[in-house]
């Protein structure tokens, strides 16, 4: 660390040489005197001792979201052809742009997916019923299509999942 004084003299500046602990209370204590090392104002009259305290903030996101929960469940079966939604909840909000990759269905069966005040849920309406007995694979931020990821810019690891509609609707 190095401390330099502004041209004036009325204030000065740490500059530390390495980052602080993340979510730590860090004391400091200026000592007044006239040793060297110590503060004093210009006339050489020793500053009174100050101390405080200062709290670290808990660093950068740097954990990627989850898919929490997905309606229909995954492995779900016996989904009613009916089904008024698709929709997936994740561990964090999410930025508002979605990745998602159908097989069994495409995206004539939904309509423009909306997302939650909160930015956790994404709900894809559908439009039309489903194909009876189909069984729907979804790929959440596919390889080829990903871009899903939180607000720290942490992206969501590719996720699939299935459901399987009624036979009988």
Do not use: C
Request: proline letters at 10%.
């Amino acid at each position: 660390s190095t401390f330099e004084w502004s041209p004036d003299k009325k204030w000065g500046r740490f500059s530390l040489t390495k980052s602080l602990p993340a979510n730590t209370s860090i004391g400091w204590t200026l000592h007044g005197g006239s040793q060297p090392g110590y503060f004093s104002d210009i006339a050489g009259n020793p500053l009174p001792t100050t101390s405080g305290s200062l709290q670290t903030s808990a660093g950068p996101d740097t954990t990627p979201p989850t898919l929490v929960s997905s309606n229909p469940a995954n492995g779900a079966t016996g989904v009613p052809t009916s089904l008024s939604s698709i929709s997936f909840t994740f561990s964090e909000p999410m930025l508002p742009t979605y990745s998602v990759y159908w097989v069994g269905i495409d995206s004539s069966y939904h309509s423009t997916p909306a997302w939650s005040v909160d930015w956790k849920t994404i709900t894809f309406p559908s439009v039309k019923s489903l194909p009876a007995g189909a069984t729907v694979i979804w790929t959440l931020n596919h390889p080829l299509y990903g871009g899903m990821g939180d607000f720290a810019g942490n992206l969501l690891l590719t996720t699939s999942g299935s459901f399987t509609t009624r036979v009988n609707p």
